[in-house]
C-alpha cells in the first residue's frame, strides 16, 4: 500500500483534498483534462484563502480578549482595557465591547463606556442579538445620569470659513456643533483654529463624578497676515511707490518742456508794446510743446496708478483698504476736491 504523504493527510474533506492538490500540483499539470481541473482547483484555493484569513482574524481578536478578561479578574483594569481595545480593533464583536465598556467604567471613563455600549447595541442588533442588545441598553441608561456633557456654541460670526472645532484628538463635525457631547473626566483640551486665523484654545478640567453641563463659546478668530498676503501688500506698494515716482518724474519734465516752448525775444517785443503781437513758433518750440503735452499725459497717468496701487495694497491686519473716496473741502472763495485713501 502506498504511503500517504503528509499534505495528503491534512486534507480531512474533499474540498480541502481539492485545493490541497491544487496548491501542490497548479504549476505542473498538463494536457486539457488536467488544465481544466487545475483551473477549478486555483479558483477553489482563491476562494478559500480569505476564510482561512478571516479565521486567522477572528482567533486573534479572541486571544486578545481573553488576555483583556484575565487582567480584569486580576484588577489590572488599564492593561486590560489595552487588551479589549487592540481586539475591537481587529474584530469588532459585541462581547468585547460590552467588556471594554465595563472596563472604561472601572477607571472612571463614563464617556468612553457610554459610547462602547452604544456601539455594542447597533452591533448586536444587526446580528440579531437580542439578549446583549437589551444589555447594551440598560447599560446606557444607567450611564446616563453620570454623565459630563459638552455644548460647543459657536455664534454665525464666528463660523469663518474652514471653521474646525477639536476635543482632545477628536474633531467635532459642523453636525455636532450645539449638541451635547459626553466627555470623560480630566482636562478636556479645547481648540479652535481656520486657515488664515489665530487659533483659540481652552483647557476645560472635569472632574470625577461631575455630572453637568459645560457650554463652551467659540469666539471668532483672528485674522492672520500669512507669508503670502504680506508679499502681496509689499509687492503693491513698492510698486505704487514706483509708478507713482515715474509719474512726478513726467510731470516735472512736462514743466521743463512747457518753459522751453516759449521764444524769449519774441515775448521781449510784445512786452514792449508791439500793437500786434503774436509770436510764431518755431520748429523747435512746437516740439517742446508736444513732449511737454505727452509728458504731462503720461506722467500724470502714472502718477494716478501709483496713488491707487497704494491705497489698495492689504492693510496690515489682513483687511483690504478700499477706503478711495473723493471728498468735497469748502474754503472762504469756493471749495476743492480731494481724492482720499488709507493705506
Known amino acids: 500500500m502506498a504511503r500517504l504523504s503528509s499534505t495528503e493527510k491534512s486534507a480531512s474533506s474533499p474540498l480541502s483534498a481539492l485545493v490541497t492538490r491544487a496548491r501542490v500540483g497548479c504549476g505542473r499539470l498538463s494536457g486539457l483534462k488536467a ?56 474584530e469588532n464583536a459585541t462581547g468585547t465591547l460590552l467588556s471594554l465598556g465595563d472596563c472604561y467604567e472601572r477607571i472612571g471613563r463614563n464617556a468612553s463606556a457610554w459610547h462602547a455600549y452604544q456601539e455594542a447595541q447597533a452591533v448586536a442588533h444587526a446580528k440579531n442579538d437580542g439578549e446583549r442588545e437589551q444589555l447594551a441598553v440598560r447599560r446606557v441608561a444607567a450611564l446616563e445620569p453620570k454623565l459630563t456633557r459638552v455644548v460647543f456654541v459657536v455664534p454665525p460670526t464666528s463660523r469663518v470659513p474652514g471653521l474646525t472645532l477639536q476635543l482632545g484628538q477628536n474633531t467635532i463635525p459642523a453636525q455636532a456643533w450645539g449638541t451635547v457631547i459626553p466627555v470623560d473626566k480630566g482636562v478636556q483640551h479645547i481648540t479652535a483654529s481656520a ?66 516752448s516759449r521764444n524769449p525775444e519774441e515775448a521781449n517785443s510784445c512786452n514792449r508794446g508791439a500793437i500786434q503781437c503774436a509770436p510764431t513758433a518755431t520748429a523747435g518750440h512746437t516740439s517742446y510743446s508736444n513732449a511737454a503735452a505727452l509728458s504731462l499725459a503720461v506722467g500724470g497717468t502714472l502718477l494716478a496708478t501709483g496713488v491707487t496701487l497704494l491705497v489698495l495694497a492689504p492693510a496690515p491686519d489682513n483687511k483690504e483698504a ?3 473716496r473723493i471728498a468735497a473741502h469748502p474754503t472762504g472763495s469756493g471749495g476743492r476736491l480731494q481724492l482720499e485713501g488709507v493705506w
Open 195 to 260: 486657515k488664515g486665523h489665530s487659533a483659540w484654545q481652552i483647557d476645560l478640567p472635569v472632574e470625577q463624578g461631575d455630572a453637568r453641563e459645560y457650554r463652551v463659546t467659540v469666539p471668532t478668530l483672528s485674522p492672520v497676515s500669512g507669508p503670502a498676503q504680506n508679499n502681496r501688500r509689499r509687492n503693491m506698494r513698492t510698486a505704487g511707490f514706483v509708478t507713482g515716482g515715474v509719474g512726478v518724474a513726467g510731470v516735472g519734465a512736462a514743466a521743463i518742456f512747457s518753459v522751453l
Open 35 to 90: 488544465l481544466a481541473g487545475g483551473v477549478i482547483g486555483c479558483a477553489l484555493l482563491a476562494l478559500a484563502t480569505p476564510a482561512s484569513a478571516e479565521a486567522g482574524h477572528s482567533a486573534r481578536a479572541e486571544a486578545l480578549t481573553e488576555q483583556g478578561r484575565k487582567l480584569f479578574d486580576a484588577g489590572k483594569f488599564d492593561a486590560a482595557c489595552a487588551k479589549f481595545e487592540a481586539s475591537e480593533t481587529t
Open 322 to 324: 478700499h477706503a478711495l
